[in-house]
Nanobody
Framework: QVQLVESGGGLVQAGGSLRLSCTAS????????LGWYRQAPGKQRELVAT???????NYAPSLKGRFTISRDNAKRTVYLQMDNLTPEDTGVYYC??????????WGPGTQVTVSA
């Protein structure tokens, strides 16, 4: 069973930066789409960014320019660099790995809290 483990969350002041990491246990890492999603208190989970096996990226329009997704296949790790954070970025951030209909795995999430 595929396991994803996120790290890098924490408490940061508005305007600050954080880099989240998510490491996967699977040997098929390079074949898969990786994504970051987030869920703010009282809200539905939403897309933050995805990166394909060809390194094509996609971002939520409101986040493009502040957030950057990247991947290191050798380390089986996907990253999310978050800059100029605001309190509205507070939430639990989840890593996702998918490949068609054969794979859809989620990490347990990491808390990001941005203070005003």
């Amino acid at each position: 069973q595929v396991q994803l483990v996120e790290s890098g969350g924490g408490l940061v002041q508005a305007g600050g930066s954080l880099r989240l990491s998510c490491t996967a246990s699977t040997n098929t890492f390079r074949m898969n789409i990786l994504g970051w999603y987030r869920q703010a208190p009282g809200k539905q989970r939403e897309l933050v960014a995805t990166i394909t096996s060809s390194f094509n990226t996609n971002y939520a329009p409101s986040l493009k320019g502040r957030f950057t997704i990247s991947r290191d296949n050798a380390k089986r790790t996907v990253y999310l660099q978050m800059d100029n954070l605001t309190p509205e970025d507070t939430g639990v951030y989840y890593c996702n790995m998918s490949r068609g209909t054969v794979l859809d795995a989620w990490g347990p999430g990491t808390q990001v809290t941005v203070s005003a």
